[in-house]
């Protein structure tokens, strides 16, 4: 019940396309959902998150979409650069200073 | 901009030796954590830490882990007799919480090799 399932794996994407990762979790009382990005040899670095409040969120080229029935969200990425090239993981967590349980990663290539 | 910094950047030990790591937080965050991650795999939650007192731990936490905040700065993960299944980058990452805050921010990471 503590999983996140994330999918593709892994993708490759031309530039300017638009690169999509989806996740799914099983507990209901997970409320923040946020999106990291990691470069090798790096921690994750936070990009953007959501609530359950709402159902989409756009902070500049990246979008994520919530749909609390389906307990499903997904990471959107507008016009992706080759700069964008990097492991992408969704994750959960319950409430502040809870433990985030991370989804398995994507590995994003994007192609000049 | 605030960073959580984490020392060294690469351990290697001997299995059975001790090892701490360590995590400066962010200076005006309250809550503390410790992720691994075994190469190429997801991001796995070891311990938190609020208050001077673990608040959550997974089953990953063993006996052979403990964390401590020795002083009002540094945070350390100490485990006491490494396993070769131990080599792994350890995340250090703290959140501030006391607005409702979630977002937690990581460090760049220690990366333990047990040989």
């Known amino acids: 019940q503590q999983q996140v399932k994330q999918s593709p794996q892994s993708l490759i994407v031309q530039k300017g396309g638009i690169s999509i990762i989806n996740c799914a979790y099983e507990n209901t009382a997970f409320d923040y959902f946020p999106w990291y990005q990691q470069f090798p040899g790096k921690g994750p670095a936070l990009l953007i998150a959501i609530r359950p409040d709402v159902s989409e969120k756009k902070e500049g080229r990246f979008t994520i979409s919530f749909n609390k029935s389906a307990k499903q969200f997904s990471l959107h990425i507008m016009d992706s650069q080759p700069g964008d090239s990097a492991t992408y993981f969704c994750?959960?967590?319950?409430?502040?200073?809870?433990?985030?349980?991370f989804g398995g990663g994507t590995r994003l290539m994007v192609k000049p | 901009e605030p960073e959580v910094t984490q020392t060294p950047s690469h351990q290697v030990t001997q299995m059975g030796q001790e090892v701490i790591l360590r995590c400066v937080p962010i200076s005006n965050h309250l809550y503390f954590y410790w992720y691994r991650q075994i190469l190429g795999q997801k991001v796995e939650f070891l311990v938190s830490?609020?208050?001077?007192?673990?608040?959550?731990k997974s089953e990953i936490f063993d006996d052979q882990f403990s964390v401590e905040r020795p002083d009002g700065s540094n945070f350390t993960l100490k485990i006491r007799s490494t396993k070769l299944e131990d080599s792994a980058m350890y995340f250090c990452?703290?959140?501030?919480?006391?607005?409702?805050?979630?977002?937690?921010?990581f460090g760049p990471g220690t990366r333990l090799t047990v040989t």
């Open positions: 990452a703290s959140s501030e919480t006391t607005r409702g805050g979630y977002e937690q921010y």
């Open positions: 994750a959960a967590s319950r409430n502040a200073g809870n433990m985030l349980t």
């Open positions: 830490f609020y208050n001077n007192e673990i608040s959550e």
